[in-house]
């Protein structure tokens, strides 16, 4: 079976040998959901050319796009390691092909090869970040993204300099954030609990 998810190409070989007969091809359709918080997590999804969209789903209800899957990665990796419950709406938003696995059989590999867990985590307050690529993170024009930074940077919560955002203040920073943060914060929390 040939892979365009970057992700079951890049498994070490023994890896993906002992996965590749749980592996099923399948199609899902624009706007089809996959998992809504709470749901538990049985299945994980790689992307081949279908476009998944996680959504964080706020206390009144109203939901924020917190991640786009591509073929670059897959869902929800981290829900079905941790053996819990989705804690975001998940969806098709363009609708292909991708690749599911029971997550049953991904956490036992997992822990029999450490190379399914790594976690590359940078720990730096420095984070090398393009007012463009912001911008495209937050889904605004980046004449927006740029009056934003300067508002973070006058507030001394940002140190801002070419394509490079250091983090002064960060309780300010959090607080200047709206609900989404925080709510996506304690998903992550529970999940390492």
Same mark, same amino acid.
């Given at each position: 079976m040939a892979f365009r998810n970057y992700l079951l +190409? #890049? !498994? #070490?070989?023994a890896d993906r040998q002992a996965i590749l007969p749980y592996l099923v091809e399948v199609s899902l359709e +624009?706007?089809?959901t996959l998992f809504e918080p709470g749901d538990p997590v049985e299945q994980v999804f790689f992307p081949s050319n279908a476009v998944l969209s996680i959504a964080t789903v706020m206390r009144d209800g109203r939901t924020l796009e917190s991640s786009t899957i591509g073929h670059e990665s897959a869902t929800p990796? !981290?829900?079905a390691l941790s053996d819990g419950h989705g804690r975001a709406r998940t969806f098709a938003q363009i609708g292909g092909a991708a690749i599911r696995i029971s #997550?049953?059989?991904l956490r036992a590999r997992a822990t029999k090869s450490p190379a399914l867990m %790594?976690?590359?985590r940078t720990g730096n307050r420095s984070l090398p970040l393009t007012q463009e690529y912001m911008s495209?993170? %937050?889904g605004v024009q980046r004449t927006t993204m740029s009056a934003v930074a300067n508002q973070l940077r006058e507030a001394g919560f940002i140190r801002y300099s070419r394509g490079n955002v250091e983090i002064?203040? +960060?309780?300010?920073l959090e607080a200047f954030a709206c609900e989404c943060y925080q709510t996506i914060r304690s998903e992550f929390d529970d999940l390492q609990a």
């Amino acid at each position: 079976m040939a892979f365009r998810n970057y992700l079951l +190409r #890049a !498994l #070490a070989a023994a890896d993906r040998q002992a996965i590749l007969p749980y592996l099923v091809e399948v199609s899902l359709e +624009r706007g089809q959901t996959l998992f809504e918080p709470g749901d538990p997590v049985e299945q994980v999804f790689f992307p081949s050319n279908a476009v998944l969209s996680i959504a964080t789903v706020m206390r009144d209800g109203r939901t924020l796009e917190s991640s786009t899957i591509g073929h670059e990665s897959a869902t929800p990796q !981290l829900w079905a390691l941790s053996d819990g419950h989705g804690r975001a709406r998940t969806f098709a938003q363009i609708g292909g092909a991708a690749i599911r696995i029971s #997550a049953s059989i991904l956490r036992a590999r997992a822990t029999k090869s450490p190379a399914l867990m %790594t976690q590359d985590r940078t720990g730096n307050r420095s984070l090398p970040l393009t007012q463009e690529y912001m911008s495209v993170m %937050t889904g605004v024009q980046r004449t927006t993204m740029s009056a934003v930074a300067n508002q973070l940077r006058e507030a001394g919560f940002i140190r801002y300099s070419r394509g490079n955002v250091e983090i002064l203040n +960060r309780p300010g920073l959090e607080a200047f954030a709206c609900e989404c943060y925080q709510t996506i914060r304690s998903e992550f929390d529970d999940l390492q609990a």
